[in-house]
């Protein structure tokens, strides 16, 4: 189910994740790896204002690894801490918990200094659906966590859950609106699989797949597919693609549907390999046009 984003329901999800927001000492802002821009709420820092944030770029094993690195240099240039996890597959306890620390270790010496106990840090989740913050409270709390649904902000009184010794997490996630503005981000957002309703039409997300993949990896088209090269026309090379599978209709016509929906369903499930969709550098650029 997608939800959709009333002025009325962000209002109420920033106030609630507000409130919550004064019991914790930091925020876990979860990313995609694959498109950490497009996957960000618009609205992030003015919501959290001055809280510490650590970025969580998750779905690590999904993004290509040289991206990745550009991404943690970005952010590392602009002084913001951030990480990469694969909450699907990985432990990831030790990993935010060290990072935590590392970001809060002024505030608790200050608590230290004046005679207060050691005490765990206490975080939070937020981020736009589909992310990963339901599997990332799993892989933290170790058991079935509470599904943060598609409802806006927090939607159920809190609770803590003990993570480790050092670490402790409302077990309700925040969930944010994404960024509707951009068609560049609402296409990342649709190759990715984060929206699956959406008013683009498939045709438009498989030609801007198919457009950044020429750019960004023509490599892995021209060894998935078998293809020629030649990518002057974006048609043309779905034709290609359609005729190497054998995907044609009577009269040996391609059948451009089928074509669609398999080089969705490979760039989704890793047939292409490892690809990010945005690079630091993409953030300055023209968004596309139709
Ligand atoms: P949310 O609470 O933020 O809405 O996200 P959720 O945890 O439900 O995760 C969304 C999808 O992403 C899930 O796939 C989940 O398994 C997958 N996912 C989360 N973290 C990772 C990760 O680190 N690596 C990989 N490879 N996948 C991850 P799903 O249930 O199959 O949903 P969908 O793909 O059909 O949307």
């Known amino acids: 189910m997608t939800v959709q984003w009333f002025p009325g329901h962000m209002a109420k999800a920033r106030r609630q994740i507000q409130e919550k927001l004064q019991l914790v000492d930091i925020v876990f802002e979860l990313l995609d790896a694959r498109i950490p821009y497009s996957s960000s709420n618009p609205m992030m820092n003015e919501i959290i204002k001055h809280k510490p944030k650590l970025i969580i770029l998750n ?44 970001i809060l270790k002024e505030k608790f010496a200050k608590e230290k200094a004046k005679g207060l106990r050691p005490r765990p840090v206490r975080a939070m989740i937020l981020g736009i659906p589909n992310v ?3 599997t990332l409270m ?3 709390a170790k058991r079935k966590a509470a599904q943060t649904g598609d409802r806006p902000g927090v939607t ?18 925040g969930v944010l609106w994404p960024k509707f503005e951009e068609k560049r981000v609402g296409y990342n957002l649709a190759v990715t ?3 699956k309703d959406t008013i683009l039409t498939l045709d438009h997300i498989i030609l801007y797949a198919l457009d950044y993949l020429i750019q960004h990896y023509p490599q892995r088209l021209i060894e998935r597919y078998h293809l020629s090269g030649n990518f002057e026309d974006k048609v043309a090379v779905l034709e290609e ?6 995907f044609l209709q009577s009269g040996g016509i391609v059948d451009y549907d089928k074509v669609y929906e398999i ?4 760039i989704r499930s890793l047939k292409l ?4 969709f945005e690079c630091p550098k993409d953030l300055n650029q023209e968004t596309v046009s139709e």
């Open 273 to 276: 390999g490892r690809l990010s």
């Open 59 to 102: 779905k690590v094993d999904m993004a290509d690894p040289n991206v990745t690195q550009q991404w943690l240099n970005y952010f590392k240039e602009q002084g913001q801490p951030a990480i990469t996890i694969d909450a699907l597959h990985q432990n990831a306890i030790k990993q935010i918990t060290e990072a935590s620390k590392e």
């Open 156 to 173: 159920k009184a809190q609770q803590w859950v003990k993570v480790g010794q050092e670490l402790e997490l409302l077990d309700t996630p």
């Open 193 to 195: 699989g984060a929206i």
């Open 241 to 246: 693609i359609g005729t190497k599978r054998g």
């Open 132 to 134: 990963g913050k339901s």
């Open 263 to 266: 080089l969705l369903r490979e």
């Open 138 to 140: 799993n892989n933290l």
